[in-house]
């Protein structure tokens, strides 16, 4: 919302020489007006001055260009060189002199066209940052040759209404009584503790007549518009608007048209209240119905756009057509044209939220449409339209038609609320008494009988105490509000032990070196097909978002593997030479209900010269006893599509699955563009939490030595290592403690289909020291039962 | 015989001091000292000498052993040290050659920063909570004031799962107040920081998935005194001591009085530059007292208990602390980002 500083002056005796720019915007901020801007005008045209053409003569070296001497009403006559036509003796022009400067930053400087010297230049209304709305009068391609009240040596600036600060607010969409310069001047002057000077328009109506006589009104839809307000005005005369209200048109950053659409945007602006002007002549048998559009009517909109309906848009209709989408648009049909005659000025309240339906829908949100969606305060429409017809009489734009037409088919239900001002203290930590607070709403304009506080019909977001607290509070200050801790801390704060284990789970990740990263919880179905999940797989039910953004992003996943195969493909689209990344990422799993749940996945990826699948494992590992402290088993997986079939295992823990890991199928790989082996895990974050470890418990050192013994067994190439192992442990009597595979081994001297495995067996006594006889029976007891177990034979 | 064995002194010392190597060393040790050496040699003829010349010349041949052994072992220590040193350098390495690689993890800049907001929290007792994102309409809008037809629920707006508008993407972390309400004793401190999500197309400050922390105090005898006092901590926490704060009345459905905390601008101090965007201070942080009405929604008498709740950014507050001047940077995970943090 913009506001010019110079027009706010009228409601509140504040000009900029007391309160600069800064201090206004910081004031107002504080109150709750957030300013986003402030822009002083005067410094965007400087030095260009009114000047008088005195003489013209040809350029003697051109056959196009003039040279003229300006009268700029100080001094010698300027000399200026010009290439436009259209200057004639004793035309006033606008005159950038040298130094000057003009809107968009251009500056003119003294210099010479073709050997005669040029003190400035002669100035277009473009070149001043005008539109032929501002000067009706002048050609586009020419010099502006200014008529009216002008004389050389006046600064354009000025006569532009360029010595003005424009004041840009950001105003929350509960306050839309503040998107208007009424509304911001009472903000001001609470703010500043100045008076707030309103004016009440007054309208002669001199015309013949009655408005009764000419036109009917009816609301249909009640729900949709609760109040609607008309007056009329004939014998209309379309003009360009007087400068001053232009003026402050375009200082509130909209533009100048003619006389009776300035005027509705002019009430807008001053009183927030969208008005629209119909040629009455063009609304059939001089009805105005309200009513929701009926199936398949359409409106050319004042844009020129053909509009399709629906049948829950309002519409301000004639007995046949519509003639406007009601707070939105008005259409071509009754558009105010050169020889418009009779105005009908509509000041009408509307249901908010239809109309920013409507006007989304219809793809056009204009200043009419975001003011309604926010609600209007109905008590304004009288005032706004009687404001518009004073102007109309103060411009001679046309004769006001006695009588006013007001349908108020649902009357309007006036707040009333409690003074409590030990509640409002209680809630702010404040000490204020009660006239305090009654100052300040009264300044704002609620009234008051006792206690009983009665809301202003603009102030439809005040309704409960709590708000006459904010009330208070904005103009008491915020700031001045004491800063103190209301009582002691009467709760413990921490990490949960779920918390802490997924702390856990990162630093362990980042220590073997991996990186984190955040991904889109949203996925497109496509990606499981490229990660190849069959097509019956119950992962394949996702969440779908139905007004999805993309295609891409139109899922909730149920696997983060996709995720991370995408920042993986980045980094090697991004030729890094290698990536190790982490997420703890959620999947989301439909459930009955509607919702999801949501368990978090550890889900690892990794690519580079270095790394491949005991790589990976030994970081799995790493994670898996960190977290856990218990032993785990891996098992080799080959149905899950999505890896290498060879490549690919489970690992377990307690005979609960934690999640699986491996190379990432070469396909998928090949599906992602990537020509280069991917290691991925994805690991249940939930599973490691129900295993962590518990608070451990001292094991005293050993006292005594311990023994170790080699031993290579021959045994056929299939059986996994992992096996013999368990078979080791689990067979090896009470002195063996560990168990490591140091060789595995084929080839010479090594039957086809056999591998020689070799073992390092490691015993130890707890009361004694072991003698040789106890560490051979038990290598006795390891090797009869991987005999007996797999068929290995001591090689 | 004595000028034996002053021939054998001067031949010995001198041999000894020219050996070049351990090994040597003891070869000329068993030749002056051995069993069948230069000096045992000498002695034998010991016979041949009278009674008093005898235990003179035996006094001189054990000066002359000891005198040679001395000297054995200083040329030893000699040469050994030189030998270390000459080992030593031979097993010198360049120092400026590249390490061995030990890569260490890095964590999301993102969470850095979440995790310096939740110690901070921590600290002056809050738990941190942690909520579903596919949420009930009822929990994102309704429950927080919300009315049907705030703009916020639009179609274009939120994602939704159901046609009917029933279940959504959580815009906002909010619904985590009414969840705590709902279930947890009181009196509550919490903060939840979670992903969030709004249709909003990628560009450099725009994502439709991004994170927020909420936070939220309910207790006897809470005003806005409190919210400030703590918040205003928080915010020195955060951006250093002595920062400068201004609390700004705002609009949130769902608290009364509203506020928008904005702190001045350390880059310019207050004078206005690009980073404020001219304005000479910085929005932070929305917050305000949670409205009566949430709370009496919520199964929480108004009348004896009050609480102050706010929301925050936390893209933004990470692009800040870092210096990252684009959104999507947060979202790609190029390793080479990742690894600066």
């Known amino acids: ?378 008590q304004n429409t009288l005032k706004a339209v009687e404001r518009a017809c004073e102007l109309i009489e103060l411009l001679g734009a046309g004769e006001v038609v006695p009588g006013v037409i007001d349908v108020v088919p649902e009357p309007f239900e006036e707040t009333t609320l409690k003074l409590e001002p030990e509640k409002i203290n209680e809630l702010l930590g404040t000490e204020i008494d009660a006239d305090a607070m009654k100052k300040i709403l009264g300044d ?146 439909k459930r009955e209900d509607g919702l999801s749940d949501e368990p978090k996945i550890v889900s690892i990826g990794m690519y580079g010269s270095d790394v491949d699948f005991f790589r990976l494992k030994g970081i799995v590992e790493t994670l898996v006893s960190g977290i856990t402290g218990k032993q785990m088993r891996f098992e080799a997986e080959k149905k899950n599509a999505s890896y290498h079939p060879g490549r690919c295992a489970r690992v377990y823990v307690q005979g609960k699955v934690v999640g699986v890991f491996g190379q990432i199928h070469p396909e998928v790989a090949s599906e992602y563009g990537v020509d280069t082996e991917l290691y991925c895990a994805e690991l249940s974050f939930d599973t490691l939490f129900a295993l962590h470890r518990e608070l451990p418990v001292y094991t005293p050192l050993p006292k005594f030595p311990s023994v170790s013994r080699d031993i290579a067994v021959v045994c056929a190439s299939d059986i996994p290592v992992g096996d013999l192992s368990a078979c080791i442990m689990e067979n090896g009597g009470p002195f063996l403690r560990e168990c490591t595979v140091f060789d595995v081994y084929t080839g010479h001297h090594i039957a086809e289909g056999l591998k020689s495995v070799a073992f390092s067996l490691s015993m130890r006594a707890d009361d004694r020291t072991m003698t040789d006889d106890d560490a051979e029976s038990t290598v006795k007891s390891v090797l009869f039962a991987l005999k007996e177990r797999y068929n290995a034979v001591i090689r | 015989m004595k000028e034996m064995m002053e021939k054998l002194r001067e031949a010995s010392i001198k041999a000894i001091l020219e050996s070049e190597d351990v090994d040597s060393l003891e070869a000329l040790r068993v030749k002056y000292l051995g069993k069948k050496g230069e000096l045992t040699g000498i002695l034998r003829q010991m016979g041949r000498l009278s009674a008093e010349e005898r235990p003179l010349m035996g006094q001189l041949a054990n000066r002359l052993r000891a005198d040679i052994e001395a000297t054995i072992d200083a040329r030893k220590q000699v040469l050994s040290t030189a030998l270390m040193e000459k080992k030593l350098e031979a097993e010198a390495v360049d120092v400026t050659l590249p390490a061995a690689e030990t890569h260490l993890g890095h964590k999301h800049p993102m969470y850095n920063v979440l995790d310096q907001i939740k110690d901070i929290f921590i600290g002056m007792g809050f738990e941190i909570l942690d909520g579903s994102e596919v949420e009930l309409s009822d929990y994102n809008f309704t429950k927080l004031n919300i009315e049907d037809s705030h703009p916020s629920r639009e179609w274009t707006d939120t994602f939704y799962f159901t046609e009917d508008s029933r279940v959504c993407l959580r815009t906002q972390t909010s619904p985590m107040q009414v969840h705590a309400m709902e279930t947890k004793p009181l009196p509550i401190r919490m903060i939840a920081p979670g992903r969030v999500y709004r249709k909003d197309e990628v560009d450099a400050t725009h994502s439709p998935m991004f994170h927020q922390i909420e936070g939220m105090v309910i207790d006897k005898g809470v005003t806005m005194s409190d919210l400030k006092a703590t918040l205003n901590l928080v915010v020195e926490k955060i951006y250093g001591e002595g920062t400068v704060t201004r609390f700004r009345p705002h609009h949130f459905p769902f608290t009364e009085p509203s506020a928008e905390l904005d702190i001045r601008c350390h880059k310019c101090g207050g004078k206005g530059c690009p980073t404020c965007k001219g304005e000479g201070w910085i929005e932070v942080l929305g917050c305000g007292m949670i409205h009566p009405k949430v709370l009496a929604g919520c199964g929480i008498d108004p009348d004896v208990y009050s609480g102050w709740a706010f929301g925050m950014g936390l893209e933004r507050l990470a692009m800040g602390e870092y210096k990252i001047s684009d959104l999507r940077l947060i979202f790609e995970n190029d390793e080479r980002f990742l690894e600066q943090f």
Request: charged share 25%; net charge negative; glycine share 8%.
């Open chain 1, 1 to 378: 919302m913009k506001c010019s500083r110079k027009w706010l002056t009228e409601f509140v005796d504040l000009p900029v020489s007391e309160v600069g720019d800064r201090a206004f915007a910081e004031a107002m901020s504080v109150s709750g007006s957030k300013v986003e801007s402030t822009e002083d005008l005067s410094l965007t045209m400087k030095n260009v001055k009114v000047g008088k053409v005195l003489s013209i003569e040809r350029h003697p070296d051109s056959d196009h260009m003039w040279v003229c001497q300006i009268d700029i009403g100080e001094g010698n006559p300027v000399q200026i060189c010009t290439g436009a036509q259209n200057v004639r003796e004793g035309d006033l022009v606008p005159t950038a002199l040298d130094g000057s400067l003009l809107p968009g930053g251009i500056e003119i400087k003294a210099k010479p066209l073709r050997g005669i010297p040029s003190d400035g230049m002669l100035c277009s209304f473009k070149e001043l940052g005008m539109t032929q709305h501002d000067f009706p009068y002048a050609i586009e391609d020419g010099i502006l040759i200014l008529q009216g009240d002008y004389a050389p040596g006046d600064d354009m600036a000025v006569k532009l209404g360029l010595d003005d600060h424009v004041v840009d607010f950001e105003i929350t969409p509960n306050r839309p009584d503040c998107l208007c310069m009424i509304g911001l001047a009472r903000e001001t002057a609470v703010t500043f503790g100045k008076k707030l000077e309103l004016h009440e328009p007054v309208v002669a109506a001199k015309a013949g007549g009655s408005i009764a006589d000419v036109a009917k009104i009816v609301i249909e839809d009640a729900d949709l518009c609760p109040r609607y307000t008309a007056r009329m005005v004939k014998n209309v005369k379309i003009a360009p608007s007087p400068e001053w209200m232009k003026e402050r048109i375009r200082n509130a950053g909209m533009r100048p048209i003619n006389n009776i659409v300035d005027i509705t945007n002019y009430v807008m602006m001053e009183y927030g209240q969208p008005m629209h002007a119909f040629d009455f002549s063009c609304v059939g048998d001089g009805e105005i119905h309200v009513r929701r559009a009926k199936a398949g009517e359409v409106i050319r909109t004042l844009d020129g756009t053909e509009r399709n309906l629906t049948t829950d848009m309002l519409c301000i209709c004639d007995t046949e057509k519509p003639v406007a989408v009601a707070g939105v648009m008005g259409g071509e049909n009754s558009e105010i044209v050169g020889d418009t005659a009779m105005v009908l000025f509509e000041s009408a309240c509307f249901n908010g939220p239809s109309i920013r339906r409507t006007a989304t829908a219809l793809g056009m949100r204009t200043d009419a449409s975001s003011r309604f969606e926010k609600g209007l305060d109905m």
């Open chain 1, 444 to 589: 704002l304009g609620f009234t008051f009988e006792g206690d009983v506080v009665h809301v202003p019909s603009w102030r439809a977001d005040v309704v409960h105490y709590s708000d006459l607290a904010e009330e208070v509070a904005r103009f008491y200050g915020y700031n001045e509000i004491p800063t103190r801790f209301t009582g002691a801390i009467s709760t413990c704060g921490g990490y949960t032990p779920l918390q802490q284990c997924e702390r856990q789970v990162g630093e362990i990740l980042r220590s073997v070196g991996l990186d984190e990263i955040i991904t889109y919880s949203f996925i497109s179905p496509s990606y499981y097909d490229k990660i190849r999940m069959p097509s019956d797989s119950p992962l394949r039910d996702s969440l779908k978002i139905l007004n999805p953004l993309g295609e891409d992003t139109s899922i909730m996943r149920t696997t983060v593997l996709p995720s991370m195969l995408e920042i993986l493909t980045r980094n090697y689209n991004f030729r890094n030479k290698a990536a190790a990344l982490y997420e703890i990422g959620r999947i989301y799993l």
